[in-house]
């Protein structure tokens, strides 16, 4: 039987949770999403009853569509069902595309993963950015207490605002929006938290964000143009 693409479904949840489970040594933040990207362009993978891929496709500001969740249960890998995944993102932007929703597909993919960028680089998208995270060790270190700030646009010096995984185009828009979600946590984390019957914390909601941008000819997007950030494919323009 041939896989096939469908929109994801609550009782997907024990397969998603595996492949969270044997994504990055654990630290997937796949399972942790779930609930939050349910009916929102979220689809899977299934083949013979059993859900062994994902994907997502989020709505940015600035009319990007983001690319998002892509994996394949490492049992199922190599044989080309990331790929039939990432195809059916593209036909899914193309459509959007078409009715105005979206302008550009963006998405951001650790530097040194060759196999995601090359399949990207294959069909239109090219690397816009590159960020990098330092780290030093000091001998003597005394943190500073942070204080809240409502930050505006003119804070914010690069067309890029990184976001978790995401990196979101730089607008009044997209600030607003984040300011919001910050006092949201700020709100839940002032609130007691409830106990498992393991008296395991909970964890307070959290948005699970992910950066790269591309274009090829023929294929609906139109030809890559300036814009800002990691790899890009841009929408033909409209008349």
Not at 127 to 147: G, I, L, R
Not at 199 to 216: E, V, Y
Request: proline share 6%; net charge neutral; hydrophobic share 35%.
């Amino acid at each position: 039987m041939e896989p096939f693409v469908r929109e994801a479904r609550p009782e997907d949840r024990p397969f998603i949770e595996e492949i969270a489970r044997l994504t990055w040594e654990g630290g997937d933040y796949l399972a942790r999403a779930f609930d939050e990207w349910l009916g929102d362009n979220f689809y899977v993978l299934e083949l013979d009853g059993k859900v062994i891929g994902t994907a997502k496709m989020t709505l940015l500001p600035g009319k990007v569509g983001w690319l998002e969740g892509l994996r394949v249960h490492p049992d199922y890998r190599g044989r080309g069902y990331g790929r039939k995944l990432h195809n059916f993102l593209l036909e899914l932007g193309e459509k959007l595309a078409r009715e105005g929703k979206i302008e550009a597909l963006e998405f951001a993919t650790y530097f040194l993963n060759r196999e995601s960028i090359s399949m990207a680089q294959k069909t239109g998208f090219y690397v816009k950015a590159k960020f990098f995270a330092f780290s030093a060790k000091t001998v003597d270190f005394q943190p500073e207490e942070a204080e809240q700030i409502e930050p505006e646009l003119s804070d914010l010096t690069l067309g890029l605002i990184p976001v978790g995984w995401r990196f979101v185009r730089r607008s009044e828009e997209e600030l607003k929006e984040l300011v919001e979600a910050k006092r949201g946590l700020l709100r839940a984390q002032r609130t007691p938290l409830p106990r498992s019957e393991k008296g395991d914390d909970f964890h307070a909601p959290r948005r699970w964000l992910s950066h790269a941008q591309g274009s090829a000819p023929g294929n609906g997007l139109g030809r890559p143009r300036e814009g800002t950030g990691g790899v890009r494919r841009n929408a033909p323009e409209r008349c």
